[in-house]
């Protein structure tokens, strides 16, 4: 069966009967299409009559509301899809005028559309393809040479079981009264509106809070993204997308869904952004977790002499297959989490070291745990060269970087044994780039030569990964070495608090040590896979189980040829 990269679902079952099937019919979708798969809701549609049908408006109520929200919830088993629900069609009841005329124009063009209409006998039959295909050329941009397949029988039955009819579906949006609300009310809708968020690795949680929006939004949508000093409290920054990759993502989806509003995309410096200042806009779309940040823009409004906006509460989206130290709810700090141990850029090519020799270099913040990873990978087979010791090698009295030392430092930064006092070097380099850079001419280059002598020595014992444990692997330029960057991150607050037990310094010079070193951020920014102690003892050791299995599946995957 031939696997389509992008596809359109239109669904016809009317929605209270819809629901029960949607998971089969997401899972034979999810079958032929892997990227992006657009929903079209048309509920009553028929493909078997002699008319062809044209695309009509959809009344927006809650039901509808909720319905796309069930779909986004059950697309989530299927995270290879990028599934977007398209709400040209769907109306408030303020603003119902005719559909508009001209094709849709999509980010990726379906190359197949599916639907769950179903034929009397349940075959391909061609009548109905051809209806459908029209019918998605006449909606929206597809590609030349479009597909079209029925899916059913292949979702199941054409009857859902007994009692599944006029299913019930969870309440998307919270209501504000306690005044019982229909399913079938109508949604009503504004002119202009906001929602905000980090929108990092746009997810299926984030797709509902924003498809609300753009519902109840008939000409503009303002969207904040937040950046800088709030990104700063968020699990695994280092991990977050850069903001201007998060806002060209958003801006695809929100174009794709609902094309005639008009979308400011806006970063979001402060808690309350434009929604706490902006005299035009009418609503605020909250999740249950930022309800109380919504309260606060309303307040800070009224202290401005600015109305309130209308608060839509929008219940979270739970994650049935999260994980220990994971939120029970959708959420893009859960994929960050799952993205530890994984590899985030392809590995460099080492020519110059035999095949089936692997070489890792592990780095990380004062107070990382680094070291405490490197011995996890030392118990899983890893030969670990370690470049603190290699430097007391350096520097020992007849170490290769003895002498140049004191020549350039001068004897008084000897013990009266002869030994380098490395507490009055310090204090000499700490604070002086040029006397720094001196230091690190003569030194680098030495320790580097030594680690390649361990590396030899590894490949005598017959090792297969050696890993090279350096805070200043990438300020020595020791990356040309290895195939791979290892980065251990953790929040800078828990590396102060480390430092300062480990070390017995105060907290201003803990901070000063990780102010003279590459940033966690910086560090990742070069790294191909990332790892973080900031757990229990436990939940590290299986991320570097992770990380070694996966190393070693590339490992027995890489040519073995130069």
């Known amino acids: 069966m031939a696997v389509f990269r992008s596809g359109l679902l239109v669904l016809t079952t009317p929605l209270t009967s819809l629901a029960p099937r949607l998971a089969p019919i997401l899972s034979s979708a999810a079958r032929l299409v892997n990227h992006t798969l657009y929903v079209h809701l048309q509920p009553g549609m028929s493909l078997g009559g002699p008319a062809q049908p044209q695309s009509s408006p959809v009344q ?24 977007r629900i398209l709400l040209t069609n769907i109306r408030t009841k303020s603003c119902l005028p005719p559909l508009p005329t001209s094709v849709q124009n999509l980010a990726h063009p379906p190359e197949v559309v599916l639907t769950d209409f179903q034929t009397l006998d349940g075959s ?44 019930h579906l969870p309440s998307t949006v919270r209501p504000t009264s306690s005044v019982a609300r229909s399913a079938k009310q109508p949604v009503r809708g504004h002119q202009r509106g906001a929602v905000g968020g980090t929108f990092d690795r746009l997810h299926n949680a984030h ?20 950046d800088k000093d709030l990104l700063k409290s968020k699990l695994l920054p280092e991990l977050l997308q850069p903001y201007t990759e998060r806002v060209e993502h958003l801006r695809e989806f929100l174009v794709d869904i609902k094309p005639s509003l008009t979308f400011d995309i806006i970063p979001l410096l402060d808690p309350y952004g434009p929604a706490g200042s902006d005299p035009s806009l009418e609503f605020l779309v909250v999740s249950e977790e930022t309800y109380r940040g919504g309260m606060a823009v309303n307040r800070f409004r009224l202290e401005n002499d600015l109305e309130e906006l209308t608060l ?51 780095t990380g913040i004062s107070g990382s745990g680094k070291s405490s990873v490197a011995q996890r990978l030392k118990g899983l087979g890893a030969y670990i060269i370690d470049s603190d010791h290699l430097g007391h090698r350096a520097y020992a009295p007849g170490g290769p970087a003895y002498q140049p030392v004191v020549e350039a430092f001068g004897t008084d930064i000897l013990h009266k044994d002869g030994i380098i006092n490395r507490k009055v070097l310090g204090s000499r380099v700490f604070g002086n780039k040029k006397q720094l850079k001196i230091l690190t001419d003569i030194v680098w280059p030495v320790i580097a030569k030594l680690a390649r002598e361990e590396m030899d020595q590894a490949m005598a014992e017959g090792k ?99």
């Open 60 to 83: 927006a109520t809650f039901e509808v509301i909720d319905f796309i929200t069930h779909l986004y919830a059950g697309a989530d088993v299927h995270r290879h899809l990028d599934v």
């Open 124 to 167: 391909q039959y061609n009548p109905a393809k051809q209806q459908l295909e029209r019918y998605a050329t006449s909606c929206y941009s597809c590609c030349p040479q479009l597909s079209s397949v029925l899916l059913y029988p292949d979702y199941g039955p054409a009857v859902p079981p007994v009692g599944s009819l006029g299913v």
């Open 207 to 226: 797709k509902v809070l924003l498809s609300v929006a753009c519902i109840l939004a008939q000409e503009q949508l303002v969207v904040g993204v937040a």
């Open 312 to 362: 839509y509460q929008i219940q979270l989206l739970k994650d049935l297959n999260h994980k220990e130290k994971e939120e029970d709810k959708v959420s893009s700090s859960n994929f960050r989490q799952q993205m530890l141990g994984n590899l985030l850029r392809p590995p460099y090519k080492r020519p110059e070291l035999p095949p089936g020799f692997y070489v890792i270099g592990l």
């Open 464 to 562: 297969r990964v050696c890993v090279i444990d350096a805070a200043m692997l990438l300020e020595a330029g020791w990356q040309n070495m290895v195939h791979e960057v290892w980065t251990v991150v953790i929040p800078e607050t828990e590396a102060i608090r480390r430092i300062v037990e480990r070390d017995g310094l105060s907290e201003a010079a803990a901070q000063s040590r990780l102010q003279s070193q590459m940033s966690g951020q910086q560090l990742v920014d070069q790294s191909h896979v990332v790892l973080s102690t900031m757990w229990e003892p436990h939940v590290t050791q299986r991320q570097v189980e992770k990380a070694w299995a996966l190393l070693q599946k590339r490992i027995s995957e890489a040519p073995s040829g130069p």
